[in-house]
């Protein structure tokens, strides 16, 4: 069974921040302009973590063995 965190969208001056609901500690920041993703927390790493804004969408991929 999968978990799933959700993330919660805020601006920042470095671009769109995503923090995790949860509060497992996952953090990353997409830059507006080039839409590069930046991880400054790795939260848990079991969870799936989903969220968006209207601008942005962050989608979960898995690829099962």
Do not use: I, K, N, W
Not at 36 to 41: A, D, E, I, K, S
Not at 46 to 64: M, Q, T
């Amino acid at each position: 069974m999968d978990t799933y965190h959700d993330l919660l969208c805020t601006p920042s001056p470095a671009g769109l921040a995503f923090q995790c609901e949860q509060g497992c500690g996952r953090l990353l920041v997409v830059d507006r302009g080039t839409g590069r993703m930046t991880v400054l927390g790795r939260g848990d790493p079991y969870a799936l973590h989903r969220g968006g804004s209207p601008d942005v969408e962050l989608s979960v991929s898995v690829d099962r063995a």
